[in-house]
Structures are given as C-alpha cells and as structure tokens.
C-alpha cells in the first residue's frame, strides 16, 4: 500500500519560486556579466610610460599628475616635489606678512623643456623681490591641465601651501576641442573608482545606457569598448561657459582662503607674430577670462604684450610654436611682476567679489575652431587602450590596446 503525498504547503511553494527565481537570476546576471566582458567596457585610466621615468603618472582624482622626483621633460630634467608640483615648496606654515603667489596652467606655465631655474614662476620671484616684494611663487601648472582639474589641485593641494594670491593661466586646455568633455572624464573616473559595483563589466555597459537615456547637460559616464573607435565629433573640453564660471570660483574660492586672484592671458608664436587677425577658435575664451576678470576687478597680464615688448623675434620667446622659452619666461614674469605692482599688491590685495559672474550670456562662436586635437597628441587618449603609430606631448607611450574608446554618452 502506498504511502499518500504530503500536500505542498503555501509556505513551501512560495519558498520554492523564490529559489528557483534567484537562481534563475543569477544565471541571467552571470551570462550577461560574462557577454559584457566580450564586448569589453575598460576602467578609465592613464597609460604612459615609465611610472618611474615618465612626466606624468596616473591620479586618482585628476586622472593625471606630475610624478614626484627628477622627471624627464623634454630632453632636460625637472624637480617635482613630493606633493606633485614643480620646483621647491614653501616649508612650513607661513609667517604673518610672508607672501606667497601660487600659479595655475598647463605646460606653458609648468615649463615645457626649460630647466626649473627658467620657469615663469621663478623668474616671477625674482623679479618681484627685486622690486621689494617679498614673496615666494610656486609653480602648480600641470601639463594638459583645465580649470576642471586645477579646481581638484587647488583643493587637494594648493590651498594648504596657504597663496596670499592666485595667478590663474588656464585657457589653452580649456578652449581645447578634443574627444570628450573633462567633466564627463572627472565624472566617470570618480564613479568607478567610488562605486564598487562599477567593477562588474555588465554594471558599467549598463550604467552608461541608463546615463545616455536620462539626459540633461550634467555630467555624463563615458563608456567604451575593445571594438570602438575614437570619436570624431569634438568637444570643447571645457565648454565656454564652464570655462568662465569656473574661472569665477576659483576667484571666489581664492577670497574665502583669504587669497587675492590675477589672471594671465597667454599666447602663442602665432599670436605674438600677429597672426590671426581673421580670428581664431579661442577668441570666445580670451573674451570670458576677461570678462571674468573684469567682474572681480583683477588684473590681467598679457603675455602677448610681454613678448611683443621684450625685444627678440618670436621665434627666441619659444621652445616650439606654444611654449615659452626661458628668455620668453622671463620676459612674462617681468610683465607679471610690472602688472601686479602698478595695481598696488600686496598692499592691494586684490580679493574677489563674494556674488558670482553670470556666464549665461557667454556664446561660442565657433567659426573659426580648429578640427580638433589628434589623439596621439592628446592626453585624453592615454586614458584609454588604444594602440596609436607615435604618441606625441612627452608623456610616454600608452599601453597597446585592441581599439580605441568612443563617446558613448557624451553629447
């Protein structure tokens, strides 16, 4: 005689369908984790050469930083100190009336293949205290670097070396039309490296397909592939009216760390020649650093004016057509040194307003910009694996790669 079937309780049949949904679940997330990881979606990061040699090294903030110790830059050596920037560091807390002048900026003002003793920023010493202005300079420009990232310096680094008055130089990278905007790089970077679910191949593809359908005009997730290829369209890496409000807050930062702010319109070899009379791609940038400026009161020093004056041919004040030379730096540092005197610092001190610039009005007209940065000059292209014939700007060689990235969200 047969035993009669126990009756399947509620509670056990509700128990079996959850179990047998799970792991239905998790079959379907290891299938699709294991396809995501085919298609190949890379976590952002840096890729030159040498760590140890090598300009430029990964950050975990600025997605690139200058590598403390001697540094090969462009044929001559240059000093980084422990904290990432070049040159000696001021020791210690400063002294009450001690001055101090922290610049910002890219490889111009960093010093692109000059010797660390021909800098901007130690001429710019040099000539102040040689007109009774005691006061120590140090040098934050950082190849390649935007305001995005010289706001994360300034933050992470500059204001605890405690400037009495920021020089801010940012513009080239800025008005730069390359593969994808630095907000959506900074972005993507901080959510992979904050969010630990971002290590999931399957996570990543999906983040960046819920980022693309949400849209607005924050800051998007950039994603890629082993099979994409480098964007064509180009955007400015720093949009314009990002540009002037960032200039605006780190005059406004500058004031809350009682700190007074200048500006620095740079140039190139072609502007000091009097080249582009037609106009050129980054006018709408000169035009918003000086509106930024006006609006604050601060003064502006023209390198344009500085090598136009010094009394050598264009060709003497640069290293190549972008970066000056170490008799074209000393001839900025003495036009800076003349333009922060005559506007009475540091008996001025030359502090911010407290309300903000409006850059709503701000418009880029972009008639006359280029075609865009080529990745083997790009810094943005060593964030990727890419495999390119030459990689140029003196940060080494990225890791060879199977593709090159694609903006899958940026606008």
């Not at 300079?137 to 405690?162: C, F, H, K, M």
């Not at 005559?342 to 701000?362: C, I, K, N, V």
């Amino acid at each position: 005689m047969s035993r009669p079937r126990p009756r399947r309780t509620a509670r056990t049949s509700l128990r079996f369908r959850i179990t047998a949904s799970l792991v239905v679940l998790l079959g379907a997330l290891f299938v699709g984790e294991g396809a995501a990881r085919v298609v190949g979606p890379s976590a952002i990061g840096f890729r030159g050469g040498d760590p140890g040699v090598t300009l430029m090294v990964p950050h975990p903030t600025r997605l690139w930083a200058l590598g403390p110790g001697p540094r090969q830059n462009a044929g001559i050596t240059a000093q980084i100190a422990a904290n990432g920037l070049r040159g000696e560091m001021p020791s210690g807390a400063r002294a009450a009336g001690e001055e101090r002048i922290l610049v910002l900026g890219d490889s111009s003002f960093f010093g692109h293949g000059i010797p660390d003793e021909a800098t901007i920023p130690v001429h710019l010493q040099a000539q102040l205290r040689a007109a009774g202005v005691q006061a120590a300079v140090i040098n934050g420009g950082t190849p390649g670097y935007s305001t995005e990232q010289s706001l994360r310096l300034l933050d992470e680094v500059g204001w605890a070396l405690e400037p009495t008055l920021v020089l801010v130089c940012n513009l080239w990278s800025d008005n730069n039309t390359d593969g994808f905007r630095d907000r959506d790089l900074l972005h993507t970077a901080d959510v992979q490296r904050e969010n630990v679910l971002m290590r999931s191949s399957l996570v990543g593809l999906v983040a960046g397909w819920v980022d693309r359908a949400r849209g607005g005009e924050g800051a998007r997730l950039v994603t890629w592939t082993k099979s994409s290829e480098w964007p064509e369209a180009r955007e400015r890496r720093v949009p314009l009216q990002d540009y002037a409000a960032n200039l605006d807050r780190i005059a406004r930062d500058a004031r809350d760390h009682g700190a007074g702010v200048a500006f620095l319109s740079p140039a190139n070899q072609g502007l000091v020649e009097g080249q582009f009379r037609e106009g050129a791609g980054w006018d709408p940038y000169f035009d918003a650093q000086a509106k930024v400026a006006a609006w604050h009161g601060a003064p502006v020093v023209s390198m344009k004016k500085a090598l136009q004056n010094d009394g050598l041919e264009a060709a003497a004040d640069f290293v190549d057509v972008m970066h000056p030379s170490g008799a074209g730096a000393a001839a900025v540092a003495q036009e800076a040194a003349a333009v922060l005197v005559a506007a009475g610092w540091p008996s001025a001190r030359l502090l911010a307003r407290t309300d903000p610039f409006d850059a709503s009005a701000l418009v880029d007209d972009r008639r006359f910009a280029n075609g865009g940065q080529p990745p083997q000059f790009s810094p943005q292209a060593q964030l990727f694996p890419l495999s390119l014939p030459e990689q140029g700007g003196g940060n080494g060689d990225p890791a060879a790669g199977q593709g090159a990235p694609t903006a899958s969200s940026a606008p």
